[in-house]
């Protein structure tokens, strides 16, 4: 898979796998433990996230659960700048994600506050204008899969061929940004979006096959349904099924992951890239 990706001129190895932490400035997300308002938490859990070991901040202003409010592209930028104006000033040179499908707010995040990634969980199918908009921003471009909208995304579960239109999705998907001049394209298999909770672990077991698209790939599975639901819990206790499926993805070739708890994460990158070193010994 691809290994590295250009943060405003200088290259981000991702051999180690880097951990990307969640900032989610809204007042209805899944977990309620990442939720935050004010300008103080955002700072803090800015600062935690960094203390902790992770390398991206990953900022949305959006619930993307099915039950959300869906805010306009001018109600989430009115939520989302001052977060960024604020976390910009405090940690110059943090390397930060904007979560959004809008491509204004993707571009006025990149342009007013130097966000150096652009996470879209709609993969371009929100905003039309987006593949156009990041072919001019020049930052890498997070590709995520999901039919329909966060709405209507856990009754689109139905696929001819559940890997293969995936696959078919991304090659297609990416074909089109590379033509935009979008080069840096990490791809996120959308786990818990437009999945079942069986449809959700076929695609973990396939992980280690998005190889071919030789790009990095992301993994966000921290606390989701697909982890809860079989343990018969909650997002609140599922903490260590997120380490046990993070642990997978990383030995499957996941180069990012996206978490709540980013010390947890990070302590399994450095056990995953221990067991790597006597892989490579192993004939």
Do not use: W
Request: aromatic share 8%; hydrophobic share 40%.
């Amino acid at each position: 898979m691809g290994k590295t990706i250009n943060i405003q001129g200088t290259l981000l190895d991702l051999s180690v796998p880097q951990v990307m932490g969640i900032v989610n400035i809204t007042p209805d997300s899944f977990y309620s433990g990442s939720r935050k308002q004010t300008e103080s938490e955002i700072v803090g859990r800015c600062r935690q996230i960094l203390d902790e070991g992770g390398t991206i901040i990953d900022i949305g202003a959006q619930s993307t659960t099915p039950s959300s409010t869906f805010l306009t592209a001018k109600e989430e930028a009115e939520r989302l700048m001052p977060a960024l104006k604020v976390i910009r000033s405090e940690f110059p040179y943090a390397i930060l994600s904007a979560d959004t499908f809008y491509a204004d707010v993707a571009k006025q995040s990149v342009q007013e506050f130097g966000v150096n990634i652009i996470n879209d969980i709609s993969g371009g199918q929100i905003d039309e204008r987006m593949f156009a908009v990041m072919g001019e921003l020049n930052v890498p471009y997070i590709l995520m899969h999901m039919r329909g909208v966060p709405r209507t995304m856990q009754q689109q579960t139905s696929y001819e061929n559940f890997i293969q239109d995936i696959f078919y999705y991304f090659s297609e998907r990416k074909a089109k940004l590379n033509l935009l001049g979008v080069n840096d394209v990490i791809i996120d298999p959308g786990f818990g979006f437009s999945k079942t909770l069986e449809q959700n672990y076929e695609l973990m077991a396939y992980l280690k096959y998005f190889h071919i698209f030789d790009e990095p790939v992301l993994v966000g599975i921290s606390r989701k349904s697909m982890i809860y639901k079989l343990l018969g819990s909650s997002p609140e206790e599922s903490l260590n099924g997120t380490s046990v499926l993070n642990t997978v993805a990383l030995l499957s070739g996941a180069a990012v992951l996206r978490v709540h708890d980013v010390k947890e994460a990070v302590e399994c990158v450095k056990i995953a890239d221990k067991l790597a070193e006597f892989d490579k010994l192993i004939v």
